[in-house]
């Protein structure tokens, strides 16, 4: 007689709404228990206004938006001439609460891949001090949930749960992945929808859940802005849409916005337009138009890194401008097990892995990490939602000089972030209409 056992797979689910000590190594694995209340990591609100300054937290926020940068350019190639759209945000948090489990060259590989510079002592407390700014009340709405999904008697080490909870605002749930997969995956996608407003249905899709799954770790992050300045609806027109393989009709919006940001980076052939929310003018829309030409999209992401960002974001100014750029509404789903191997994290997929950090055994290893995204933009303003899952003052006047132009009749690179962090909750690219 032979025996063959499986290695017991750990899944993790990255759901975008929109979103720690080191773990002893000799702590006693405990039951997870049935945590009911769905964790969400504003627990404790941030008042309006400035933000101290913390050197952790600017580490964690200038490795992420590295991180932004690195997945979308393997997203870009991978996704040749289509639409792209993905929460970073959300993505760095579901693997933060990987990291508080992995060790050894696990850990490492992570950790580089989703540059994570502090060690996990800072990380984590880091992560849980950004969620709780970036989601400041405010007439936008901005909401970031954490949630584990545990096989029923299954023994996870209570350092593990408890980093997870404290920092990430992650309750624990229990579901029985080996008798009832499929009723697993409806609890898990109904927290998804719950949590992104209905936005994100059907996140964990039939057959990407097995008998072996012992854990699944999701974030969601839900984003709902009204424009500081909104477009008036008669304004829109049907109008021409430039791509490199031909023109399509597209509702374009057009205002004159004298509260919009807005540079030109003349070596870049490159118009910016930073477009605030209201209520929360921290947050914003940042598009980035390159020229109307051939291959302009294509020189532009090749060129984007963040130190341009940076520069480039330093050079706007508000003042008026005119401003034309098309409603749109994008959904997008993304296996990454791929693109983050690539990345340099392929171990945390292979039976090597090492997340004794979670349960105190070598019998854990990530098996899929998906995130499915939607975006809306129209004359009221953003609609975002994410999920992942794995295993303004005027400017001034000037009658003689007519406002510059911003007309986003071809494709362009868009994101939204967080001013005062610099955080990027989403970045995504529109060329397919």
């Known amino acids: 007689m032979f025996g063959l056992i499986k290695k017991t797979s750990v899944e993790l689910l990255v759901l975008c709404l929109g979103i720690i000590c080191a773990c002893g190594a000799g702590r006693k694995p405990t039951e997870a228990s049935d945590q009911n209340n769905p964790g969400n990591a504003n627990q404790q609100r941030q008042k309006p206004g400035g933000i101290e300054e913390d050197p952790n937290r600017n580490a964690l926020v200038k490795g992420g938006n590295q991180f932004a940068i690195d997945l979308y350019g393997k997203l870009r190639k991978d996704q040749a001439n289509k639409n ?77 749960l408890n980093i997870t909870k404290q920092q990430y605002g992650a309750e624990c749930g229990l579901v029985d992945f080996a008798g009832d997969s499929n009723g697993a995956r409806l609890e898990i996608n109904s927290w998804a929808a719950k949590h992104t407003r209905d936005r994100i249905r059907d996140l964990i899709r039939p057959g990407l859940l097995s008998t ?49 940001r807005y540079t030109e980076i003349e070596e870049e052939g490159l118009q910016i337009l930073q477009k605030p ?77 090492d997340f004794s950090g979670m349960d105190g055994t070598l019998e854990l290893l990530l098996s899929f990490a998906v995130h499915k995204t939607f975006i809306a933009v129209d004359e009221k303003g953003t609609e975002a939602a994410a999920a992942t899952a794995i295993g303004a003052k005027r400017g001034g006047k000037h009658p003689s000089s007519p406002p510059p132009e911003f007309r986003a009749d071809h494709p362009f690179v868009f994101l939204i972030s967080d001013n005062r962090t610099g955080s990027i909750l989403f970045l995504g690219r529109f060329c397919d209409p």
Request: overall charge neutral; hydrophobic content about 40%; some cysteine.
């Open 84 to 160: 792209l759209f993905f929460s970073p945000m959300s993505i760095s948090t579901a693997m933060g609460m990987v990291e508080a489990g992995a060790r050894g060259k696990t850990a490492e590989e992570i950790a580089r891949t989703m540059h994570f510079t502090l060690p996990q002592s800072q990380l984590h407390p880091a992560c849980r001090s950004l969620l709780e700014i970036i989601q400041s009340p405010g007439e936008c709405e901005l909401s970031i949930a954490n949630r584990l999904w545990a096989q029923r008697g299954h023994k996870f080490l209570e350092d593990f």
């Open 277 to 353: 929310y209201h209520g929360r003018q921290d947050l914003s829309m940042t598009i980035l138009l390159p020229r109307r030409e051939p291959e302009s999209l294509a020189k532009l992401e090749a060129a984007l890194s963040q130190d341009k960002l940076t520069t480039w974001s330093k050079q706007l100014k508000t003042q008026a401008v005119k401003v034309s750029m098309p409603k749109f509404q994008m959904e997008t789903y993304y296996s990454l097990k791929d693109q983050l191997s690539e990345l340099g994290m392929p171990m945390a997929f292979t039976p090597k892995a």
């Open 212 to 260: 072996d799954t012992c854990l699944v770790l999701t974030n969601a992050i839900y984003f709902k802005g009204p424009w500081l300045k909104p477009f008036d609806a008669r304004n829109t027109k049907l109008a021409s849409f430039f791509t490199d393989d031909g023109e399509k009709q597209v509702e374009m919006m057009t205002m004159k916005d004298p509260l919009c």
